[in-house]
């Protein structure tokens, strides 16, 4: 099975702050990783697929990168809304591996 | 539009056996697959396995000897059983499509094991 090694668990930052959260693959993944965000309460929500595609109506300050075993997920400019937690999570081999999430908290 | 809801019993006893169904709509679960995916309390997100656009199954193999899961598509419903509950089987039950990620997600059904 492929392990997603996710960083920080947690994170706290400012309004208008950029933050940045990292997943590493025990394997190459081929770029084939998603990004969620999940509010308390509900459902988990895509905002990124295939490392950088950013799913329609998701704002431009959230972001993707990487290849191979190593991966980042970044909001510049953090706004209130964006108070959750994020997971990633990798489709190039079952089974379907999610980090273990990291939560952001305002500073 | 995409929708899948949960449903199923609230509770369960330890030892027994847990059946969730998700009705889905706006998509057919022979062109997408159905996946389930869970999450206990204050925890983090476990795939547990799919129902593929061609019926074939995959399981997560720490579940498998547990879990079953199939599909009625005539009713646009796809079904998770899982036997020999515990305690740590507690948690909220969410199914999900995706042929590749997971883009469209129910709102899950919270599922405790409990006497």
């Known amino acids: 099975d492929i392990q997603m090694t996710q960083s920080p668990p947690s994170l706290s930052a400012s309004l208008g702050d950029k933050v940045t959260i990292t997943c590493q693959a025990s394997q190459n993944i081929n770029k084939y990783i998603a990004w969620y965000q999940q509010k308390p309460g509900k459902a988990p929500g895509l905002l990124i697929h295939?490392?950088?595609t950013l799913v329609s109506g998701i704002p431009s300050r959230f972001s993707g990168s990487g290849s191979g075993r190593d991966y980042s997920f970044s909001i510049s400019n953090v706004e209130s809304e964006d108070i959750a937690s994020y997971y990633c999570l990798q489709y190039d081999n079952s089974p379907y591996t999610f980090g273990a999430g990291t939560k952001l908290e305002l500073k | 539009q995409v929708q899948l809801k949960e449903s199923g019993p609230g509770l369960v006893q330890p030892s027994q056996t847990l059946s969730l169904t998700c009705t889905v709509s706006?998509?057919?679960?022979?062109?997408?697959?159905v996946h389930w995916v869970r999450q206990p309390p204050g925890k983090g997100l476990e795939w547990m396995g799919g129902?593929?656009?061609?019926?074939?199954?995959d399981y997560n193999s720490a579940l498998k000897s547990r879990l079953s899961i199939s599909r009625d598509t005539s009713k646009s419903q796809v079904f998770l059983k899982m036997n020999s509950l515990q305690t740590d089987d507690t948690a909220i039950y969410f199914c999900t499509r995706g042929d590749w990620y997971f883009d469209f997600w129910g709102p899950g059904t919270m599922v405790t094991v409990s006497s």
């Open positions: 129902i593929w656009g061609d019926g074939s199954t």
């Open positions: 295939y490392t950088s």
């Open positions: 706006g998509f057919s679960l022979t062109s997408n697959s």
